[in-house]
């Protein structure tokens, strides 16, 4: 599973679901839009960086044929997680650019973590699993910023179900059940398919809270890195259940 954690612990309060006309607020939408470019274009820079890497004589540096990682490849493993607590904990001290650079460098790192992907499974399979993954995460990102329900109550309830699946998979690392794999993949799916929904109806709510403030491009930033977060996370889990292995 993909490093992750909530962006939004110490960034500014989140404003009440539906307190304006959303749907005609240019300002919004031009809000959302750049969100969701910095977020597809970290997720094409992962991708490129995966494939570029995978086929690269360095691979080797990282990884063992068998996949298994090096200690120079544990650390870049490891590093998004620092990356992402340094943005959680440390957005209201860094400047704008230092947070697009971290964000940047997430990416880059995801794909070097995620070049793996790319030799464990067919390239037809990942090829299908992504565009199913991005069909899925547009759908229900969209019904996450357009429904009139207020979904901040299921907050809780989905971050203790993704700590959840977190220690099964480590435990799992020792178990080595293919059917506990089976059932951390189902939830993982619909744990993040959840998320999805949730997040983009708080980065929409977070609009109204930030507007006009210096922190407005930052909360961009942290907006399009929880969305890459569940993104990734839930095109994984699909791989893991309808992957071809090679």
């Known amino acids: 599973m993909a490093n992750w954690s909530d962006p939004w ?84 001290r860094i400047s704008e650019t230092t947070a697009k650079a971290l964000f940047w460098a997430y990416a880059v790192l995801m794909g070097l973590s995620l070049s793996t992907v ?7 399979s990942v090829a299908q699993v992504f565009f199913a993954s991005a069909a899925a995460f547009a759908g229900l990102s969209l ?14 309830f989905l971050i203790m179900g993704v700590v959840g699946i977190l220690v099964a998979s480590l435990l799992n690392l020792f178990f080595q059940s293919e ?12 744990l ?20 006009g403030s210096d922190f407005m491009g930052k909360s961009v930033i942290m907006g399009a890195l929880t969305l890459y977060l569940d993104f990734i996370n839930m095109f994984l889990f699909l791989l893991r259940l309808f992957g071809d292995r090679r």
Do not use: C, E
């Open 9 to 92: 612990t110490n960034g500014a309060a989140t404003a009440s679901v539906g307190t304006r006309p959303a749907a005609h607020d240019a300002g919004l939408r031009s809000y959302m839009l750049s969100v969701y470019n910095y977020m597809a274009s970290g997720v094409l820079l992962t991708g490129i960086v995966a494939l570029l890497f995978a086929s690269s004589p360095y691979m080797g540096l990282l990884f063992s044929p068998q996949g298994k990682p090096s200690g120079l490849g544990l650390i870049v493993m490891l590093a998004p997680i620092g990356l992402v607590f340094a943005l959680s904990f440390g957005i209201n």
């Open 118 to 124: 790319l030799l464990a499974y067919t390239g037809t």
């Open 143 to 156: 019904w996450g910023y357009t429904t009139k329900k207020d979904l901040s109550g299921f907050g809780t």
């Open 179 to 190: 059917k506990m794999q089976l059932v951390i993949s189902v939830l993982g799916v619909l």
């Open 192 to 211: 993040f398919a959840g998320l999805t929904a949730y997040d983009t109806q708080k980065i929409k709510s977070m609009y109204y809270a930030v507007q």
